[in-house]
T-cell receptor, first 114, second 114 residues
């Protein structure tokens, strides 16, 4: 089955700790995205990447970092600088990253602070 | 500021009745318009999009949406609701002068009662 796999499903972070969320896709899509979802709010873009070894900041990149060393993988690190990390994190991809393309989403990771 | 509004936090509909989930937007120029659905603890799934052409767009699971340029609206509709349609629905818009930045509504919870 082609799709996007996010892991883990649930993640807990201690204060001062960095944590990494995994996102893997086997759709052969060029573009990948990370969104943050908070209750009662629309999705907010953290980072996106259109090509390997290149990525762009979204609206709320502070306290987060990403890498794109392989086309299939786009991990997100939530650093200790992110003071309010509790949220549902969604990874998505699209074929080329054009603005008229639909997004394919993973099942999400719920991050909570201990 | 560019924005997307989903004026109803929740919509309640009896099974078999028609349903409408409202979306209005404020962006420059002619945007691309999207609807996505999210089931509990899952990622989002694409329903339909408007790029150009016929104002009535048909999508997945029997849903359709009507683009109204003068009212800057893109309401989601279905002639006969099913209990399985109960979910969270998001409207999203891409301004034509943007690069990969969807603007998301806050979401509308749709509850279909048997």
């Amino acid at each position: 089955d082609g799709g996007i796999t996010q892991s883990p499903k649930y993640l807990f972070r201690k204060e001062g700790q960095n944590v990494t969320l995994s996102c893997e896709q086997n759709l052969n899509h060029d573009a990948m995205y990370w969104y943050r979802q908070d209750p009662g709010q629309g999705l907010r873009l953290i980072y996106y990447s259109q090509i390997v070894n290149d990525f762009q900041k979204g609206d709320i990149a502070e306290g987060y970092s990403v890498s794109r060393e392989k086309k299939e993988s786009f991990p997100l690190t939530v650093t200790s600088a992110q003071k309010n990390p509790t949220a549902f994190y969604l990874c998505a991809s699209s074929i080329l990253g054009a603005t008229n393309e639909k997004l394919f989403f993973g099942s999400g990771t719920q991050l909570s602070v201990l | 500021a560019q924005s997307v509004a989903q004026p109803e936090d929740q919509v309640n509909v009896a099974e078999g009745n028609p349903l409408t989930v409202k979306c209005t937007y404020s962006v420059s120029g002619n945007p691309y318009l999207f609807w996505y659905v999210q089931y509990p603890n899952r990622g989002l799934q694409f329903l339909l999009k408007y790029i150009t052409g016929d104002n009535l767009v048909k999508g997945s699971y029997g849903f359709e949406a009507e683009f109204n340029k003068s009212q800057t609206s893109f309401h989601l509709k279905k002639p006969s609701a099913l209990v399985s349609d109960s979910a969270l629905y998001f409207c999203a818009v891409t301004p034509l002068d943007s690069n990969y930045q969807l603007i998301w509504g806050a979401g509308t919870k749709l509850i279909i009662k048997p």
